[in-house]
């Protein structure tokens, strides 16, 4: 199954733990077979009164065979486990890494409540791979072989019998058990996704569910997906209870016949009796070590299809990313070239942006404005590379952005986003997010700079920022961006909830701190642009028209118009 190579790759680095930890289990396996059935050969000895020594060796071994079993089942526990959380943390880093650069493109084409429980499930489900599915089997035929191999030296028709027992509970049973497994985990699975995306939306949506009086309805759809979960999970326990139900029934019906089969064999005089309870006590305890079998299936399916589902989050061929190689100076002012530039979101009927072409000399300031839904916020999504382009090429410097190393452009830009995300902690907390160090003094003129003067740097952040008006996010996010010593800005309707003095004063800090640098500016509003080296009027995901401020308006296109209503809206009267 090509899902599990990355299962399979991991465990061929971790051979040598391997290796000693299926040694481990054949030797406890077997130690614990011999000991058993050295009980059975004591106790029936001793109805002959054998001599002394001879109770003193059965004793002595018994006792020896005791400590190697626990010996060798501690090694084998040590070694599997040992092999099973260096794979896991070998997967969780290889995953994480692969995972990183497709996260927009991830995040947007699943729902993310379930994803994010997906993926931390998923991963945590490959640790039973090793340790429940695959090596397990190798370990419980070894020590039936080598047991049927010893009682064939007595019976060859009770080697039989065992080999009998071994096809039933390492291949029939598991079989049984795994397809009806396979139908109802399908279902928990599809009942474990639903409530996960319902908890999500309810625990976001909460406010707006409460004042459109929708909370009652949706808590009442919560509890019913909780109780559809509840007994999809019933019935594969129910399934997995069965599966052990019959390795015991296979069991006894095996030792059974080993006791009727050494009986009848004794009667005909072509088995010692003093060796049926050895044999019995040996059948026993072989099938004892096959019960993990019963529940390798429910392990089975679970991994294989977490490796399937981590594989296609990470690894379907459109979203392979490209190798990069080159990084970006952070030195000068940056320079940016778009040459034909498509992109389609996945599942929508039509692209964001199409056949996008625009050129920025280092340095320019450029405002992007056009109506919403226009494709401005995704234009700068594919310059941070935070999503490939179907059709054309970006270019920062010269250089191809797929042959750019993502750290590097996100090192040279000061970027604001329409959403910023705001972390749990103080406004301290929330400024230095590089890991570089600022001086109190400098964070507190920034925040002068971004018009939050009586902000103190202690002051603390909840979660998302809900303490924050959406004006004090928004400065809050700028002041992030002016700590940053890059030299491309890319600032996202960066202002759109401020008013308009304060929105003045922030641009003026902004702009004399840029001055050398190049600044694409995504915005609504039209005042201020006139300071502008470039406009670039984007509609539908194509350049309708770009020009200086009063080269537009002397064009009286589409910039000019937007220009006018906006006047009229703010009581100046238009041309
Ligand atoms: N994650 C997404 N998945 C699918 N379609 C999307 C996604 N984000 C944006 N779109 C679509 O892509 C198009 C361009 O969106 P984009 O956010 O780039 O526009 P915009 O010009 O920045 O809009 P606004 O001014 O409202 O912010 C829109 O039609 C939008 O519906």
Same mark, same amino acid.
Request: hydrophobic fraction near 45%.
């Given at each position: 199954?090509?899902?599990?190579?990355?299962?399979?790759?991991?465990?061929?680095?971790?051979?040598?733990?391997?290796?000693?930890?299926?040694?481990?289990?054949?030797?406890?396996?077997?130690?614990?077979?011999?000991?058993?059935?050295?009980?059975?050969?004591?106790?029936?000895?001793?109805?002959?009164?054998?001599?002394?020594?001879?109770?003193?060796?059965? +004793?002595?071994?018994?006792?020896?065979?005791?400590?190697?079993?626990? @010996?060798?089942?501690?090694?084998?526990?040590?070694?599997?486990?040992?092999?099973?959380?260096?794979?896991?943390?070998?997967?969780?880093?290889?995953?994480?890494?692969? =995972?990183?650069?497709?996260?927009?493109?991830? /995040?947007?084409?699943?729902?993310?409540?379930?994803?994010?429980?997906?993926?931390?499930?998923?991963?945590?489900?490959?640790?039973?791979?090793?340790?429940?599915?695959?090596?397990?089997?190798?370990?419980?035929?070894?020590?039936? /072989?080598?047991?049927? &191999?010893?009682?064939?030296?007595?019976?060859?028709?009770?080697?039989?019998?065992? &080999?009998?027992?071994?096809?039933?509970?390492?291949? @029939?049973?598991?079989?049984? @058990?795994?397809?009806?497994?396979?139908?109802?985990?399908?279902?928990?699975?599809?009942?474990?996704?639903?409530?996960?995306? #319902?908890?999500? #939306?309810?625990?976001?949506?909460?406010? $707006?569910?409460?004042?459109?009086?929708?909370?009652?309805?949706?808590?009442?759809?919560?509890?019913?997906?909780?109780?559809?979960?509840?007994?999809?999970?019933?019935?594969?326990? %129910?399934?997995?209870?069965?599966?052990?139900?019959?390795?015991?029934?296979?069991?006894?019906?095996?030792?059974?016949?080993?006791?009727? =089969?050494?009986?009848?064999?004794?009667?005909? %005089?072509?088995?010692?009796?003093?060796?049926?309870?050895?044999?019995?006590?040996?059948?026993?305890?072989?099938?004892?070590?096959?019960?993990?079998?019963?529940?390798?299936?429910?392990?089975?399916?679970?991994?294989?299809?977490?490796?399937?589902?981590?594989?296609?989050?990470?690894?379907?061929?459109?979203?392979?990313?490209?190798?990069?190689?080159?990084?970006?100076?952070?030195?000068?002012?940056?320079?940016?070239?778009?040459?034909?530039?498509?992109?389609?979101?996945? %599942?929508?009927?039509?692209?964001?942006?199409?056949?996008?072409?625009?050129?920025?000399?280092?340095?320019?300031?450029?405002?992007?404005?056009?109506?919403?839904?226009?494709?401005?916020?995704?234009?700068?999504?594919?310059?941070?590379? =935070?999503?490939?382009?179907?059709?054309?090429?970006?270019? /920062?410097?010269?250089?191809?952005?797929? #042959?750019?190393?993502?750290?590097?452009?996100?090192? +040279?830009?000061?970027?604001?986003?329409?959403?910023?995300?705001?972390?749990?902690?103080?406004?301290?907390?929330? /400024?230095?997010?590089?890991?570089?160090?600022?001086?109190?003094?400098?964070?507190?003129?920034?925040?002068?700079?971004?018009?939050?003067?009586?902000?103190?740097?202690?002051?603390?952040?909840?979660?998302?920022?809900?303490?924050?008006?959406?004006?004090?996010?928004?400065?809050?996010?700028?002041?992030?961006?002016?700590?940053?010593?890059?030299?491309?800005?890319?600032?996202?309707?960066?202002?759109?909830?401020?008013?308009?003095?304060?929105?003045?004063? @922030?641009?003026?800090?902004?702009?004399?701190?840029?001055?050398?640098?190049?600044?694409?500016?995504?915005?609504?509003?039209?005042?201020?642009? #006139?300071?502008?080296?470039?406009?670039?009027?984007?509609?539908?995901?194509?350049?309708?028209?770009?020009?200086?401020?009063?080269?537009?308006?002397?064009?009286?296109?589409?910039?000019?118009?937007?220009?006018?209503? $906006?006047?009229?809206?703010?009581? $100046?009267?238009?041309?």
């Amino acid at each position: 199954m090509s899902e599990l190579a990355i299962l399979s790759q991991a465990m061929i680095r971790e051979r040598k733990d391997i290796i000693l930890s299926i040694l481990g289990g054949f030797v406890a396996g077997i130690a614990g077979v011999v000991l058993f059935s050295a009980s059975g050969y004591l106790i029936s000895q001793t109805v002959f009164a054998p001599p002394l020594y001879t109770l003193i060796v059965l +004793t002595s071994l018994v006792k020896l065979l005791g400590l190697i079993r626990a @010996v060798s089942r501690y090694g084998e526990r040590l070694y599997s486990h040992r092999a099973t959380f260096s794979m896991l943390s070998r997967l969780r880093t290889s995953f994480f890494a692969k =995972l990183i650069p497709l996260t927009p493109g991830v /995040l947007s084409n699943r729902r993310s409540g379930d994803l994010l429980a997906r993926i931390v499930g998923d991963v945590e489900s490959l640790q039973h791979y090793f340790l429940r599915v695959a090596y397990p089997p190798i370990i419980v035929v070894m020590v039936f /072989l080598t047991t049927m &191999l010893a009682t064939a030296s007595f019976s060859f028709w009770m080697a039989c019998l065992l &080999l009998l027992g071994m096809l039933g509970t390492v291949l @029939v049973v598991p079989g049984i @058990v795994l397809l009806g497994y396979r139908n109802i985990n399908g279902h928990v699975r599809k009942q474990r996704a639903l409530l996960s995306t #319902e908890v999500t #939306e309810v625990l976001y949506g909460f406010r $707006e569910l409460k004042v459109y009086g929708q909370l009652a309805k949706r808590e009442q759809q919560l509890r019913q997906a909780s109780a559809a979960l509840a007994a999809e999970q019933q019935r594969a326990a %129910g399934q997995l209870l069965r599966g052990q139900s019959m390795h015991a029934f296979v069991t006894y019906l095996i030792s059974w016949g080993v006791l009727a =089969l050494g009986a009848y064999l004794i009667s005909d %005089g072509t088995l010692a009796g003093v060796y049926l309870a050895m044999l019995v006590m040996a059948s026993l305890t072989v099938f004892d070590e096959a019960s993990a079998m019963a529940t390798l299936p429910a392990y089975k399916q679970d991994s294989e299809h977490a490796a399937k589902r981590l594989t296609e989050a990470v690894l379907t061929p459109t979203m392979q990313p490209v190798k990069p190689s080159r990084t970006l100076n952070t030195d000068h002012a940056v320079s940016i070239e778009l040459s034909g530039v498509s992109f389609q979101y996945e %599942g929508e009927w039509r692209p964001a942006l199409k056949n996008f072409s625009l050129q920025i000399p280092p340095g320019f300031k450029t405002a992007i404005v056009g109506p919403s839904g226009s494709g401005k916020s995704t234009l700068i999504e594919l310059l941070l590379k =935070l999503r490939t382009p179907t059709a054309g090429d970006l270019r /920062l410097n010269g250089i191809s952005v797929q #042959e750019l190393e993502e750290s590097s452009i996100w090192k +040279t830009a000061n970027v604001v986003l329409q959403q910023s995300h705001f972390f749990r902690g103080t406004i301290r907390d929330n /400024l230095v997010m590089d890991g570089e160090d600022h001086s109190d003094g400098d964070l507190l003129d920034i925040l002068a700079k971004v018009q939050l003067p009586t902000t103190s740097l202690t002051d603390p952040v909840y979660e998302k920022g809900e303490n924050l008006s959406d004006g004090e996010k928004q400065r809050l996010a700028l002041a992030r961006a002016m700590l940053r010593n890059g030299k491309l800005w890319l600032l996202d309707e960066p202002t759109s909830s401020l008013d308009y003095v304060t929105e003045q004063r @922030v641009l003026t800090h902004l702009y004399e701190q840029a001055s050398e640098d190049t600044l694409l500016l995504i915005c609504h509003r039209l005042n201020g642009l #006139e300071g502008m080296d470039r406009i670039v009027v984007v509609e539908q995901g194509r350049v309708i028209e770009s020009g200086s401020y009063s080269e537009l308006m002397e064009q009286k296109g589409y910039f000019y118009k937007m220009k006018q209503v $906006e006047l009229q809206l703010i009581g $100046e009267t238009g041309d």
